[in-house]
């Protein structure tokens, strides 16, 4: 059977696709990046916008068009919140709500009665991963929230927090490094209670992943700033585990994050912050903002941008914030106009912009670690240009020779200049 994958939403969504085509292929069965040519599409779709929703429908609309032949097979968000609506979609052959996430190959070949011998044998994870061009694999290694954050949909979709088991983890990292793969994504719906079910916690579980593989970088996916275990910082002395965390903080106002019942207040992210770069050299942190949270005032909006400057984050995604039915904060009052979100918005990316080339400006100078991904071939030129990201995960650029090839490697350079707004090294010999 040829299957194809598609995703929309979070870096777990993510994770999943990954892991369902390494099952698929485990099974002798083949991933394709072709619609058309595809057996059995499988859509992954996303509710945590009024706009993700809308295009999750679009999408398995699209598929259905592309190839009508193909068995059509939906899961995620959108589908598990929409159950009535998404089956009614033209072409859609089944429905995977996320409950039944982890069992979705199972059940699809077992519903479709594809579940037939395989027509080619393969090592498992073989070739799954990299026929969808990837030198990086998300590990979903936990599901579910205990927590309740008014604006947040997801965790009402799904449900407690369920850890996987470690063994189960290792063997898939193992794979997926076997398969190729050098770069792995440590991600949960809430990564920091991974083992709140299983007597265990994320300290123990990154420290057996790094006695138990070998795959070469390992990176923490978001992290909610609370709940890391004691000693979590001294983790990242082992280099292969990546000086970057992405802490999503979501407004730089203690009032607004009251209202989204948030667990961490700035106070605490700071001192949180302030000890991470402390115990860790050249890290990065990232974060996510909502623009114009409910009743979101002047005033509170001028503290985020004063907390986003005095933080100096390498990098934040932003959101503005939209109505989520069955959320707490659809029903708040005193919504935010959308031209002052839009406003806002534009003001956080300016401020955005100037804090991400100060942080590529710093490290001019500076030699790291970069895994290349993505060649750029220009047609009649003897040179290529490469893209990868370093260690603390800043997108750099190169430019070789053609003889040179650098796809999926990891090189070690110094950064000599800014190109296009992003940090360039020179790379003279194959590595
Ligand atoms: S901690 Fe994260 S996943 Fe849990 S409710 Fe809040 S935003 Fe949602």
Redesign the pocket.
């Known amino acids: 059977m040829r299957i194809h994958l598609k995703t929309l939403g979070c870096r777990l969504n993510e994770a999943e696709l990954e892991s369902w085509a390494s099952d698929f292929n485990a099974r002798g069965h083949q991933v394709v990046n072709d619609v058309c040519s595809a057996d059995i599409l499988v859509i992954n779709t996303c509710a945590v916008t009024q706009n993700a929703v809308r295009k999750s429908r679009q999408l398995v609309r699209k598929a259905h068009k592309k190839n009508p032949k193909a068995k059509l097979v939906i899961s995620g968000c959108y589908a598990t919140l929409n159950e009535n609506e998404a089956t009614a979609i033209d072409g859609v052959d089944l429905l995977i709500n996320n409950a039944q996430k982890d069992k979705l190959v199972e059940l699809t070949l077992k519903q479709l009665n594809t579940d037939v011998m395989p027509t080619i044998a393969t090592e498992p994870g073989e070739i799954a991963l990299f026929s969808r061009g990837r030198q990086r694999a998300f590990i979903k290694v936990q599901d579910g929230?205990?927590?309740?954050?008014t604006?947040?949909i997801?965790?009402i979709a799904r449900g407690e927090e369920k850890s996987k088991l470690v063994d189960d983890i290792i063997n898939e990292i193992n794979l997926a490094h076997e398969s190729g793969i050098k770069e792995i994504i440590v991600t949960g719906?809430?990564l920091g209670g991974y083992g709140s079910d299983t007597n265990s916690n994320l300290y123990e579980l990154i420290h057996s992943i790094l006695e138990q593989t070998n795959v070469p970088r390992i990176r923490m996916g978001s992290l909610?700033p609370w709940d890391l275990p004691e000693n979590f910082f001294s983790l990242f002395s082992n280099d292969r585990l990546l000086p970057h965390m992405h802490l999503?903080i979501q407004s730089g106002s203690d009032s607004v994050l009251r209202r989204m019942a948030?667990?961490c207040k700035t106070d605490e992210f700071r001192q949180l912050a302030i000890n991470a770069k402390k115990l860790i050299p050249n890290l990065n942190i990232t974060t996510d903002i909502i623009v114009g949270f409910p009743g979101e005032t002047d005033e509170e909006w001028q503290q985020t941008l004063d907390f986003v400057a005095e933080m100096q984050f390498a990098n934040v995604h932003i959101f503005t914030y939209s109505k989520r039915e069955g959320t707490k904060a659809a029903g708040l009052i005193n919504q935010v106009d959308e031209k002052i979100k839009k406003a806002r918005s534009q003001a956080l990316h300016k401020l955005v912009e100037g804090m991400k080339y100060l942080n590529i400006e710093q490290m001019i100078g500076q030699e790291t670690s970069i895994l290349w991904e993505d060649k750029l071939v220009k047609h009649d030129s003897k040179r290529n240009s490469y893209l990868g990201y370093t260690a603390n995960y800043t997108r750099v650029k190169t430019t070789t020779d053609v003889s040179i090839e650098l796809t999926n490697h990891i090189t070690i350079n110094k950064i000599v200049a800014i190109e296009d707004g992003m940090p360039y090294v020179e790379i003279n010999t194959n590595p």
């Not at 929230?145 to 954050?149: D, P, T, V």
């Open positions: 929230c205990r927590y309740r954050c604006f947040c997801v965790t719906v809430h909610e999503p948030r667990r």
